[in-house]
């Protein structure tokens, strides 16, 4: 029974969804990056996208709303960040594959119980809870405090990036980071757990036990929940999409898809 | 789990493997699923077996998907200016949400290029049998099925292919029900069931009697308002007829609000009256019959416009027929009218003439199965029927978790046998059961189902299965 999504639908908002698609249509399931919290399509579109398209596969990125392109929506919930990405996949030609990256990752987790993906990736995933709040209140406490109390989020390079990432590129990217709604922040403080994944698809957990702000144990505990273990790239910050060695993580993520059986 | 269609379809070249009861060769299709029928409940049928990892061969007696929804189809119910009486929420499926671009109402066509969307998002379109009708399904030994198909229209020869399930999904809106009257084959004028009915063409200009007060019949009836030289709306009885709107959303949403509060059946009827005043008004007024039940006892009605065109004169509301002459219609109050053309809204009644009625418990014939949450028939746990239900929503979140159910049936009979047993035990116990509160007793709501009733009692047969 989904009384809530019959009686209070979500309200629609306009989204924006950068692509990119292979000059040569292979049958590959196409891929829907999913950006974190602060975080817009454009974070992809930097080096994932085309890269994805460069060895076959349809990239796709949405601005999760009040992101990005996309509308702005201070009250977003993590319901409607998940509509978003629901909407978007179901857009899609044929099945998706989701890949979400920090809170990302958790919009992605709840989207999984609303559309039956092909396979999902998360990427340094921030599932909330005090723990996170706890580490990130010590690395950080004047960028999260803030956002305890409805304010915003603010990211820091130490905590987003390695030291290999020019400094100028770094100052760019945090430049461009935005914030989402104070309600979903709440949301990872207290969201109840996602409901578990229809349709069953492959779940690969990877992130970097050097992340200052996704603890190498949580990174444990996702891909225990599904039952698998993560995989690790040393040395790189959270935002592996952006972080100079950026390729290796999306290698890896389509070497994983060309071989899970599932996921074609 | 191995199944020949993994690698496509199945070869009709390839040795028989079984003989039926009559010793015609029958092809075994191994653990493969037979799904009769790619209109909405098909496709999820097919999708969802698919998906809990099973083979499915799906037929198709058209030359497309959509079923009642691809207005092409002789067998579609459509008309061109068809829309959605629930809003997407409710009718959508539950896990391939429709656009947020579109209207609250979609449009028929809308719903079509949805189902079209599904299939090749879900690359359902290689498990279907295009052109193909379903002829004769038969038990076979082990809880099987023998399913037996042709070409449409009865070409070529007939193929019988063996199956380890079997979901029904033909429909059961396009074998219209027409009502008897005394003189009715001396009448002159133009006589037509609904399902003929297409465009407003067919009004313009005429006088126009419409019987039948179901959705269908208030829609071709405001659509006579506007087309045709005169309009009368006959119904036997009063109903209640709901805005599409209420407080500006979709009216299904304000009402679910009050069922996710689970508010009683009592207030949830006081309430409705009560906005029915403040919206509607006084019927009798418009010289409507007062209603002779209260609200959720017969099939809802959606329709803001069919009140709008009483008070503009558009539609003479009369009431039920007495008999026909030659140039008129005689009514029951004694008056006479002289339509040119009369249309039948007066529903459909299902038929599943490839299957011999008693494995149903219908043995009288008359269409009306006996089964368990709409679906499951006792003694015959391999066997589904899909969409069987009138729900006061979209009916295809129903069909979804229908299948859902059935697949995840069909997956403890291999793994959980003790549990697969208990289900069947339960279908045995409570086949037909009803999910719809008080109804009117009638061969229209012999399917009704209230959606939230009806889709707590799957939720709960699921979690019985699996035990959770």
Known sequence: MRGREWSRPVRPAR??????????EEGRPPLLFVPGFGHGAWAFAEHWLGHAASRGFPAYAVSLRGHGGSEPAPEATLRAYAHDVVQVAAGLPRQAVLVGHGAGALVVAHALARYPARGAVLVAPVFGGWGVLGAALRRNPAGTLPAVFGGPLRLNRGQLFSRELPDEEARRYVGRLGRAGRRAQWALLGEPEAEPAVGEPPVLVLGSPDDRVVPASTLTRVARRYGSAPLLFPGMGHDLMLDARWAEPIDAILDWLEKEPAAH | MSTSTDHGRPDPEATPSA????GRPVSDR?????????????????????EHGFGV?????????????????????????????SSKPFTQFPDFPMPDSWPDYPHHSQLLSYFERYADHFDLRSHIWFGTEVIRVEPAEGERWDVTTRSTGGYGPERTSRYAAVVIANGHNWSPKLPRYEGLEQFRGEIMHASSYKDPA???????????????????????????????????RGYWYAPKYVLGRPADQVNDTLLALRVPLRVRQWLYHWTMRLTVGDLTRFGLPKPDHRVYETHPIANSQLVYYVGHGGIGPVPDIARFHPYAVELADGREIDPEVVIFATGYLPRFEFLDASVFGDSAGAGRPTLWLNAFTPGHPTLAVAGLVQPDSGLFTLSHWQTVLFARLLRARRDR????AAFAQRVRERAGERYSGQVKDSSRHWFEVGHADYLRAVQRALVDLEGK
């Open chain 2, 417 to 420: 046998p003790e549990r697969a």
């Open chain 2, 202 to 236: 067919q009004l313009r200009g005429k006088r126009v009697l419409v019987v039948g007060a179901g959705n269908t019949g208030c829609d071709i009836a405001v659509e006579a308002a506007q087309q045709a030289s005169r309009c009368w709306h006959s119904t036997r």
């Open chain 1, 15 to 24: 989204r924006e969804v950068l692509s990119a698609t292979p000059e040569l």
């Open chain 2, 30 to 50: 191994g653990d493969t699923v037979c799904v009769i029928g790619a209109g909405a409940s098909g496709l999820t049928a097919i999708k969802n077996l698919r």
């Open chain 2, 57 to 85: 061969d799906c037929y198709e007696r058209e030359t497309g998907v959509g079923g009642a929804w691809n207005w092409r189809h002789d067998r579609s119910p459509v008309y061109a200016s068809t829309h959605l009486l």
């Open chain 2, 19 to 22: 003989q039926s009861g009559d």
